[in-house]
């Protein structure tokens, strides 16, 4: 097989990870979570689309950087409750930040182009919130 021939053209869906640690706490809870408390999030952010001539999807790079750029540079070490203008459950986070990603995704001059597919938001190693395209579509409807 030649090795610069391309693959298939297929839809592939790719995952990055990234991880913040903020502080936090929930207001109009009761329980331990009220008081003020930290977490090391991790967040996934899967993209989809068909593969290029060269067999990728997205440059990493690139996912990289908006993620780095719209969430961790404004939310690593921060206290999120001054920055965000709603309760910060993982719930509302991860709608928040599909909502970002999916933004500057679709600013990115990508050939062919991808689709934010799904945001996975871990507040701790045993539980996250998700949030797909198609449930992020049908809340915008």
């Known amino acids: 097989m ?9 839809q592939v869906s790719v995952t990055k990870i990234f991880t913040f640690d903020s502080a ?17 999030y991790k967040l996934e952010v899967e993209v989809k ?14 996912l990289k950087k908006i993620v780095n750029e719209q969430i961790i540079s404004k939310y690593d070490h921060q206290f999120l409750n001054d920055l965000l203008p709603f309760h910060t459950t993982a719930e509302n986070m991860v709608v928040f930040f599909f909502g970002i990603i999916d933004t500057y995704l679709k600013q990115l001059e990508a050939a062919p182009p991808v689709r934010l597919q799904r945001v996975r938001l871990w507040e701790t190693p045993t539980c996250y919130a998700e949030i797909t395209r198609e449930d992020f579509d049908r809340e915008s409807e």
């Open 49 to 62: 689309g068909r593969t290029d001539h060269r067999g990728i999807v997205i440059d990493f790079t690139d």
């Open 24 to 40: 936090h706490r929930l207001d109009d809870y009761i329980g331990k979570c009220a008081n003020l408390h930290g977490h090391t």
């Open 2 to 10: 030649d090795r610069k021939q391309p693959f298939h053209t297929k």
